[in-house]
């Protein structure tokens, strides 16, 4: 690593960092990537002296004379989770010819896993805010990333956190490629559609053992993530105490990530919305302290909720804030619908910057990618 001391001028509010950070006794305190937002802050670090890897020496040369190695490339959560959808596209197509299936998914969601846990809100920001044309891998992914954050907040170990991801991202194998032409679909769904649909969770377990996937528990979260609390779900009507827990983790964030996904025709459900639709749901067919598990983590607001503010400015929701109706946002537009020249950090706690209400991505006339809100951790 190579350093060098920097000052207030090397810091610039509202820019991603170009560099990490480190204090004076070498530990890390900023990422490449992060955003400075205001010139307290800056003050704050500077006071703490700070040095940045510049990842390469004065000149380009090492102590000795010789070329510095290039810098490894920060790591990117949206390239990453790009990636595994990419992968989990393949490998489910090709389930019967691929080899050590199992080790495969498992270290695909070992790499999932990392970046979310690395960057949560970017992670969370995926599901409304990365959406692409492949569905059935962006689904299952955005599924997955949900079930390991509400996973995380009830203590759950990490390998039963790891094989709940796993479930997660196979629990519509049987019927991914069909998936994708289904959601093209603005007709009532014919029997032998319906049909598949409601025999999928049993026939993704058959396909999964064919596939050497031999964990009891993955297999019966797959099986089971359809059911309900009332009886009311599939393929075995089972109810509240015959459901693994985990399986009713992978079906609340089933249902969510499906109502926030955007067909070809009709509009996704704007987030709150969505919310509201599973807790009025919730009241017959999901674990009631579930739900509540899984509001205090999305927020009434989640990341990625475009919103209005008190001030007239145009926002998206970026970051928890300190109650699940006051998070953080990023402004887009000021207050008379004129592009900001950067987005700009705001606090819904304060009266002026409290949401007014809630937008539809279509209703907010301004291009951004998730790098001009996150830094290069959310570069595609």
């Not at 810098?71 to 490998?91: D, F, G, K, Q």
């Not at 009886?231 to 969510?256: C, H, M």
């Not at 928890?320 to 700009?344: C, Q």
Request: aromatic fraction near 4%.
């Amino acid at each position: 690593m190579s350093t060098r001391r920097i000052g207030m001028s090397d810091i610039v509010i509202g820019q991603a960092l170009p560099w990490d950070v480190y204090g004076s006794d070498g530990s890390l305190l900023l990422r490449k990537g992060f955003i400075v937002i205001s010139p307290n802050q800056v003050l704050s670090l500077i006071e703490r002296g700070l040095f940045a890897d510049t990842g390469k020496s004065d000149g380009g040369l090492r102590g000795d004379g010789k070329p510095a190695e290039k810098a490894s490339e920060a790591p990117s959560v949206v390239r990453t989770i790009n990636a595994v959808r990419t992968e989990l596209r393949r490998l489910v197509y090709n389930l019967s010819t691929e080899t050590d299936v199992q080790a495969q998914i498992i270290s695909l969601t070992k790499k999932m896993g990392a970046a979310v846990f690395m960057a949560p809100d970017v992670a969370l920001g995926c599901i409304l805010l990365n959406q692409d044309d492949n569905y059935g891998p962006r689904h299952s992914v955005d599924t997955a990333v949900v079930s390991l954050l509400i996973a995380r907040t009830l203590k759950k170990p990490a390998d039963e956190m790891l094989l709940l991801a796993a479930a997660a991202l196979t629990m519509n194998v049987a019927m991914l490629r069909q998936q994708e032409k289904l959601q093209e679909k603005s007709e009532t769904l014919n029997a032998a559609e319906q049909e598949l649909i409601s025999q999928h969770p049993e026939a993704g377990v058959a396909m999964l053992r064919a596939a050497g996937v031999d964990n009891e528990d993955w297999l019966s979260w797959v099986l089971h993530h359809h059911e309900s609390e009332d009886g009311s779900g599939y393929p075995a009507k089972k109810t509240s105490v015959d459901i693994p827990q985990n399986a009713k983790i992978i079906s609340l964030a089933d249902r969510y990530c499906a109502r926030v996904c955007a067909r070809s025709y009709r509009k996704s459900m704007l987030p709150n919305a969505a919310l509201r639709d599973i807790l009025v749901e919730g009241k017959s067919k999901i674990d009631p302290m579930l739900v509540t598990v899984f509001i205090k983590e999305l927020g009434t607001y989640p990341i990625g909720t475009f919103v209005r503010l008190e001030s007239g400015e145009i926002a998206v929701v970026t970051g928890k804030g300190e109650t699940t109706t006051t998070p953080f946002v990023h402004a887009l537009l000021g207050p008379r619908g004129t592009p900001l020249s950067m987005p700009l950090r705001r606090d819904t706690q304060k009266p002026l910057m409290a949401i007014r209400e809630v937008l539809h991505r279509d209703q907010v006339s301004v291009k951004f990618t998730m790098r001009h809100l996150w830094g290069d951790i959310a570069r595609l």
